[in-house]
């Protein structure tokens, strides 16, 4: 096995999350309420069954992470468990504090690296995909050190190429965060799916000529407030959580409150805590190397472009559809973080379908290794980065209309692309950063509704119409699928709800139809709706300590009754 890596082996986003990893492992706790709570922060878009595999495989992941060496936080032998935005229980693990995701990168690294059949090669940024006859058979790569390309043959390729942050100017993404998975995914024929969903943090360090660098969630999670230039804390107007309230609805609101006072940053004030320097030492320490002593001043803050809940389309494990190509990740799109990702899901994701989709690579190691591929990718952009990126970020960014978009894709049309004679790495972000923009383009415009990460201000509302997954490919224009299948019903018995007809099955509704429902015998379940009665057999959980009947329905009534 070779892992390629664009910088060096730990330049990811992984490497500089700091939130931590969300998991149902505390005595409080429940993996249904988990997976509820993901649901919730979905807006309508989740894939259910994404999201069981994620909070039911998501506890043995840790484990195995800790069997590795990970050094999650203790108090004692006891795992420590944090609070986050839009979670109704502590279940968020960090380590180090606020270096969760190095710690994780840390392990990851020292258990691969003592296998003898996995090779790391630095500095190699796959610019393309080799294909023949329709089927993926290695990658094109830009070796900096050697400043070349080089042609390297596969029986299966694995995208684990993370985010997409990059593409826009206010970003809290590393700087390999080009959105080159998607782009090279594309040009190569796969599916690509949501990927207007892209998720704005609320909370990024805005200082003149710092980095917007990331002040985690956690720090509103452990009591930090949202305050205005006079001072006032904005969010507890504006949501019931206040500053826990989900990233997209802070982001918007700070936007809100900046366009209403001029301000260039609102801020996030951590003054009336304790402790801050050591529950946080890598955040408190960046801000005081800008002049920002957290546990003395609030600190300057805007939203920046922070994760992608699309990518390549996969199926749960990380089956692409394009033959031999597989993803995981961020730059991936299981469906499981629908239009919005739950706080500290990104981790989990990642170490739970990246082994799954180790997994189903095996079925390719038989395989044979083609001898004439061809790279599956076309010319250059004439522009430049900060152009590209600017546009993005005024037209594609954090607040949408149609107009906006539509300049962005008539300046940077899809077959506008020209021949460079020397290349170098720098142009095949340009490209790629090109190619991904345009698609988020794409997708906003034909997406007539705001949900989640994306937001409209032309189409400010939600629309059942749209409560459905975005689909291109190259060469096709934009299509919606249904979503399939669909969400999970939480019901307490015994009660009695109302609900609509059809629309029952999307989302519990106030209009119409009472449904009553009584628990059957070894846990089965029967809802009767409209004198027609729904039976249980399919993946039913009863949790008998607390009465819940989790029920996944059909899409259609399966049996009828008198």
Request: with cysteine; proline share 4%; aromatic share 6%.
């Amino acid at each position: 096995m070779l892992v390629l890596a664009k910088d060096s082996i730990r330049e990811s986003s992984s490497q500089y999350a700091q939130g931590g990893i969300a998991v149902a492992l505390s005595d409080d706790d429940q993996v249904e309420l988990h997976e509820q709570d993901t649901l919730a922060a979905g807006d309508g878009l989740c894939n259910p069954e994404a999201v069981h595999v994620l909070v039911e495989e998501g506890p043995g992941a840790i484990q195995q992470l800790i069997q590795w060496g990970t050094e999650f936080d203790r108090e004692g032998t006891k795992l420590v468990f944090a609070r986050e935005g839009a979670h109704s229980r502590s279940r968020v693990l960090h380590a180090h504090g606020d270096s969760t995701g190095r710690e994780m990168v840390r392990s990851l690294y020292k258990h691969a690296a003592s296998l003898a059949n996995v090779r790391f090669e630095s500095f190699a940024a796959v610019t393309d995909l080799l294909m023949e006859d329709g089927e993926v058979v290695g990658a094109m790569a830009f070796d900096s050190e050697r400043d070349m390309l080089v042609s390297i043959r596969a029986r299966a390729v694995l995208l684990a190429t993370g985010g997409l942050g990059r593409v826009f100017l206010e970003t809290t993404n590393p700087d390999v965060a080009t959105g080159d998975g998607v782009a090279i995914a594309y040009r190569a024929g796969a599916t690509i799916s949501d990927i207007e969903f892209v998720q704005f943090h609320p909370t990024a360090l805005h200082l003149e000529g710092a980095p917007r660098f990331l002040l985690s969630e956690a720090l509103r999670g452990e009591g930090a407030y949202l305050r205005n230039a006079s001072g006032e804390r904005f969010m507890i107007e504006q949501h019931k959580m206040a500053e826990l309230a989900p990233r997209d609805v802070v982001s918007r609101c700070i936007v809100q409150e900046l366009a209403a006072s001029g301000e260039p940053h609102v801020f996030l004030d951590l003054t009336h805590l304790t402790g801050i320097a050591e529950r946080f030492p890598r955040i408190y320490e960046t801000c005081l190397h800008y002049g920002i002593d957290l546990a003395k001043q609030a600190a300057p803050v805007h939203p920046a472009a922070h994760y992608a809940m699309g990518g390549v389309r996969t199926d749960l494990s990380g089956v692409t559809g394009t033959p031999r190509l597989f993803a995981a990740g961020e730059v991936a799109c299981t469906g499981v973080h629908g239009a919005n990702r739950l706080a500290s899901n990104s981790l989990l994701e990642g170490i739970v379908f990246g082994a799954r989709a180790a997994e189903a690579m095996k079925v390719s190691s038989g395989r044979p290794v083609f001898v004439d591929p061809q790279p599956a990718g076309n010319g250059f952009v004439r522009t430049d980065e900060r152009t590209i990126r600017t546009a993005a970020w005024l037209y594609a960014g954090l607040v949408r209309t149609a107009a906006g978009m539509e300049t962005l894709l008539r300046q940077y049309p899809e077959d506008a692309f020209c021949a460079i004679a020397s290349p170098v790495r720098t142009d095949y972000e340009v490209r790629n950063i090109v190619t991904v923009a345009t698609l988020i383009a794409r997708c906003g415009l034909a997406r007539k509704e705001s949900r989640g990460g994306h937001y409209r201000s032309d189409y400010p509302e939600r629309s059942v119409e749209f409560q459905k997954h975005s689909v291109v490919k190259l060469g096709s224009a934009v299509s919606f699928e249904d979503c399939l299948p669909l969400p999970l019903l939480f019901l307490h018995a015994p009660v009695n709800l109302v609900a609509s007809k059809m629309e029952y099955f999307r989302r519990l509704s106030t209009e119409e139809l009472t449904a009553s429902l009584r628990p059957g015998n070894a846990g089965e379940l029967k809802v009767r709706i409209d004198g027609t009665i729904l039976d249980g057999h399919h993946r039913i959980a009863v949790l008998r300590e607390r009465g819940e009947i989790v029920d996944r329905l059909p899409r259609t009534i399966i049996k009828r009754s008198e």
